[in-house]
């Protein structure tokens, strides 16, 4: 039966490095004759431009019908007094919550020839290879109650941690998994030195080790974690955390190495279904410039055939290319060294032509 893929290009850079994803798509459904059906649809502030809202009915329907959606990037300045269910950026927590996204995988990763591009030096970083999984449906995010209270004096605001004990297992059951693929390492961070729902979330991934008695666990506090990761982020393995913690911390990660435009992400629900999308934001200030970078967008193609496309072995080629790309000493703007750099449209065709000399070896 024909695999449906959802491309929501979205706003700002999102448009640019859809597009060169798409390019690697068509190119792998002509070579391998690929049953795919491809919907291209707005998202964010484009479709609240077109249509009013950030997220139509549609749109959504066309999602929950779909075995893979390819997210770009939502949000601008130009959306910023919007409503708060009017910004683009509610478009995306929308989908997490109607698919049922609960699980964010976000890999860490450095290209040893890229070390230079990364903040910390190189002794510290080579090698590094992480993998966060963020729990994305639950904790203080989507809590209630919620709210701003502006009748009485003073004002204040509040939002709910929350999590009970089926969110806990589920995402804590694919972070170990995951770990059980790679090092067998895992740490799960959290406060529980002041937040109970840390503590209850401590006790419940704790019980769950038994089951996997080959896995280390480890328990950290989330900003020791956020230390450790700068002084030495090759002790970890396999991260799990709450959607909080897991955002702060993955945005951390992704710095090391060198360029957020590198590193892709997943947000998948269980039953195969999937969300890719890359790392890094809209980027406004560079859009239509064709100089983002494109590869963490191609990355989440590969992650795609990986979790919900069933083809592991062309996201084997998709990284494998990568790879080679940046061996030749192909750099795109954020993670060239000198003046002359691979433009956004450049990228794809150059991957395309390297999987093609590899498919003749």
Same mark, same amino acid.
């Given at each position: 039966m024909?695999?449906?893929?959802l491309? !929501?290009?979205g706003?700002?850079v999102g448009k640019?490095?859809s597009?060169?994803?798409v390019?690697v798509?068509?190119?792998?459904?002509?070579e391998?004759?690929?049953?795919?059906n491809?919907?291209e649809?707005?998202?964010?502030g484009?479709?609240y431009?077109k249509?009013?809202s950030p997220?139509?009915d549609?749109t959504?329907?066309?999602?929950? *019908?779909?075995?893979? &959606?390819?997210?770009?990037?939502?949000?601008?300045?130009?959306?910023e007094?919007?409503e708060?269910?009017?910004?683009?950026?509610?478009?995306?927590?929308g989908?997490?919550?109607?698919?049922g996204?609960f699980?964010n995988l976000r890999?860490a990763?450095?290209?040893?020839? !890229?070390?230079?591009?990364s903040?910390?030096?190189n002794?510290?970083i080579?090698? !590094?290879d992480i993998?966060i %999984?963020r729990?994305?449906?639950?904790g203080?995010?989507?809590?209630?109650?919620?709210?701003?209270?502006?009748n009485e004096?003073?004002k204040y605001a509040?939002?709910?941690?929350?999590y *009970?004990e089926e969110?806990?297992?589920r995402?804590?059951? %694919?972070?170990?998994?995951a770990?059980m693929?790679?090092?067998?390492?895992?740490c =799960?961070?959290?406060?529980?030195?002041?937040l109970?729902v840390s503590?209850?979330?401590r006790?419940?991934?704790t019980?769950m080790s038994?089951d996997?008695?080959?896995v280390a666990?480890?328990h #950290?506090?989330a900003?020791?974690?956020?230390m450790?990761?700068?002084? *030495?982020?090759? #002790?970890?393995?396999?991260? %799990?955390?709450?959607n909080l913690?897991g955002?702060i911390?993955?945005?951390i990660?992704a710095?090391?190495?060198? =360029?957020?435009?590198m590193?892709?992400s997943?947000s998948?629900?269980?039953?195969?279904?999937g969300?890719?999308?890359p790392?890094?934001? =809209?980027?406004p200030?560079?859009?239509g410039?064709d100089?983002?970078?494109?590869?963490a967008m191609?990355?989440?193609?590969?992650m795609?055939?990986?979790y919900? !496309?069933?083809?592991k072995d062309?996201a #084997?080629?998709i990284?494998s290319?990568i790879?080679?790309?940046i061996?030749?000493?192909n750099?795109?703007?954020d993670?060239a060294?000198?003046?002359?750099?691979?433009?956004?449209?450049? &990228?794809?065709?150059i991957?395309?032509?390297?999987?093609?000399n590899e498919q003749? *070896?």
């Open positions: 024909a695999k449906q893929i491309i !929501l290009p706003d700002g640019e490095v597009t060169s994803a390019e798509l068509d190119y792998f459904i002509s391998e004759n690929l049953d795919f491809i919907i649809a707005e998202i964010g484009a479709s431009e249509y009013g997220l139509t549609e959504l329907d066309i999602a929950k *019908n779909s075995d893979t &959606v390819l997210f770009g990037a939502v949000g601008g300045p130009q959306w007094d919007l708060w269910d009017l910004r683009p950026e509610q478009a995306l927590l989908l997490r919550k109607s698919l996204l699980a890999p990763f450095l290209f040893n020839e !890229l070390a230079s591009a903040p910390l030096k002794h510290i080579e090698d !590094l993998l %999984v729990e994305l449906t639950g203080v995010y989507f809590g209630e109650p919620r709210g701003l209270v502006e004096d003073p509040f939002n709910t941690m929350i *009970n969110e806990i297992r995402i804590a059951t %694919v972070a170990f998994k770990a693929d790679r090092n067998k390492k895992l =799960s961070v959290e406060k529980a030195n002041v109970e503590k209850f979330w006790e419940v991934v019980d038994a996997y008695p080959e666990l480890s #950290q506090l900003d020791n974690t956020a450790q990761l700068v002084l *030495n982020p090759n #002790q970890y393995d396999v991260i %799990v955390s709450s913690f955002d911390l993955s945005d990660a710095t090391l190495s060198g =360029s957020i435009g590193l892709p997943a998948l629900n269980g039953s195969g279904q969300m890719y999308e790392c890094h934001g =809209s980027a200030d560079i859009a410039q100089i983002a970078n494109p590869i191609i990355s989440s193609l590969a795609a055939f990986e919900s !496309l069933e083809r062309l #084997q080629k990284q290319a790879k080679i790309f061996n030749q000493g750099r795109t703007k993670i060294t000198s003046e002359e750099f691979i433009r956004t449209s450049e &990228v794809a065709p991957l395309i032509e390297i999987i093609q003749k *070896n």
